[in-house]
């Protein structure tokens, strides 16, 4: 099946600071999510975006198909922002099946 | 947000039990899945349903079982309750191709 990896693992900032996740996969996709689950283990949807760029304040993301890879930049970070971002993948067809990385531990320090 | 519940959000319970956990969505979302998530790990595809009577078990095995008798319905069950069935279940719904939307989840702990 489909692989996909997130770096870094772990990401310490302090409050303010900008970062880059990354989100490597084996196949071709039809679907690419990103989400953040907070400490109490929720999953909050960040963006669908099987490919292109898109913006939501101060988090953005850029899926670039062809090379396999999605980004996910968070600028200006904050406390809040703290938890794991996953980036979960379907690889099409008829099958509308998740594939979710790993994930990437981040911690906001104030 | 799409509006996807599930109950109970928490659930400790003895060895043996037998245990159903719920989840309902009321977008009329053909799609409906289950996820397990142990502690600091990745979620895995437990069970998925494409529409009414209609179930398909995912990539990670799971002794559980679920039941699609109503598009809004997807209920897992555990016959018999062991300790290694504690994690945290979540469960999701989409419809066609658009991304799958998650409930809270049910954290559950088997003593």
């Known amino acids: 099946g489909i692989q996909v990896e997130q770096s870094p693992p772990d990401l310490i900032l302090q409050e303010g600071a900008n970062s880059t996740l990354r989100c490597n996969f084996s196949d071709s996709v039809n679907n690419l999510q990103w989400f953040h689950q907070n400490p109490w283990g929720q999953l909050i949807n960040l963006f669908y975006i099987p490919s292109g760029t898109k913006q939501n304040g101060r988090l953005s993301a850029t899926t670039v198909a062809t090379e396999r890879y999605s980004l996910l930049y968070i600028s200006s970070s904050q406390t809040t922002d703290s938890g794991v971002y996953f980036c979960a993948v379907d690889s099409g067809g008829s099958n509308y099946k998740l594939t979710f990385g790993k994930g990437t531990l981040l911690t906001v320090n104030p | 947000e799409a509006d996807i519940y599930q109950t109970p959000r928490y659930l400790v319970i003895g060895t043996g039990k037998k245990i159903t956990l719920e989840c309902s969505q009321t977008m009329g979302h053909d799609k409906m899945y289950w996820y397990q998530q142990d502690p600091g790990m990745e979620l895995h595809l437990i069970h998925y349903?494409?529409?009414?009577?209609?179930?398909e078990k995912g990539d990670l095995s799971s002794e559980s079982t679920v039941s699609r008798i109503r598009t809004e319905h997807f209920p897992l069950t555990l016959e018999s309750a062991r300790p290694s069935h504690t994690s945290q279940y979540l469960c999701a719904s989409s419809w066609g191709n658009q991304p799958q939307h998650f409930g809270d989840g049910t954290r559950l702990s088997i003593l």
């Open positions: 349903s494409y529409g009414v009577n209609s179930t």
